[in-house]
């Protein structure tokens, strides 16, 4: 029986380890999908760090801002607007446009990514 209960806690901590490292690998996946929905669709106007400096950017007027300052207040729910519905649902600029197609967790993950380029 002794044998039995080392075999079941060695079982355990395998399991719980696993268990710990998907969680990360899934932190990380989704981190990562941030970044490349964020490099395709907003990088060429807010640039690679979200200082406004993106190559398409310098041609818009009013140009993008930097997120450090253009943040500064806002919460998720009028970032996730921003991203979904565009500028001219927030009072912003009709050159941003609304980003459709996005799941639930992309937007909620880009969101974090916007808000992490902005802090």
Known sequence: MRVSSVRLMRASRVLLTTLVLAGVQASVALAQTAQVLYAQR?????????????PSGKFLNPPPKDFATALNGKGDDWIA?????????????AAMPANSGLSDDQLKDLVQYVKKLGS
């Open 81 to 93: 607007k921003v991203i979904t519905q565009g500028g001219p649902a927030v009072g912003l600029s």
């Open 42 to 54: 907003c990088t060429p106007c807010h640039g690679a760090n979200g200082k406004g400096d993106g």
